[in-house]
């Protein structure tokens, strides 16, 4: 069973930063897509960004030009540096790897990937 481990979630204004990472000991990023997701309660999960094996960064239209997502291969930890943050990017996060192509260009609904982590809250007050 792999294990991923989110960090780096806090309370911040608007327009302030944050920097998520997901240690993934299990995880070989040359072999497996990699992602973020979040859900808010009783909203619909939202996917933000994932890397394919490789591939490039995608983003969502709603993080696009703020979030960046990276990876540290000897570190087997993936990373989400979110700039300019809003109260809309409120809720709960999550990093994800898939083996079976879940990962999807042209939708942003979650999928049940093969493994994720427990979520780390980011709360953006206005």
């Known amino acids: 069973e792999l294990q991923l481990v989110e960090s780096g979630g806090g309370a911040v204004q608007a327009g302030g930063s944050l920097r998520l990472s997901c240690v993934a000991p299990g995880v070989t990023f040359e072999q497996a897509d990699v992602g973020w997701y979040r859900q808010v309660p009783g909203n619909a999960c939202e996917l933000i960004s994932f890397?394919?094996?490789?591939?490039?960064?995608v983003y969502s239209d709603a993080v696009k030009g703020r979030f960046i997502i990276s990876l540290d291969n000897d570190k087997k930890t993936l990373y989400l540096q979110m700039n300019n943050l809003k109260p809309e990017d409120t809720a709960v996060y999550y990093c994800?790897?898939?083996?079976?192509?879940?990962?999807?260009?042209?939708?942003?609904?979650?999928?049940?990937?093969?493994?994720r982590g427990q979520g780390t809250q980011v709360t953006v007050s206005s």
């Open positions: 994800a790897t898939d083996f079976e192509d879940r990962f999807d260009y042209n939708d942003f609904t979650c999928a049940e990937y093969n493994y």
């Open positions: 890397v394919k094996i490789g591939g490039t960064d």
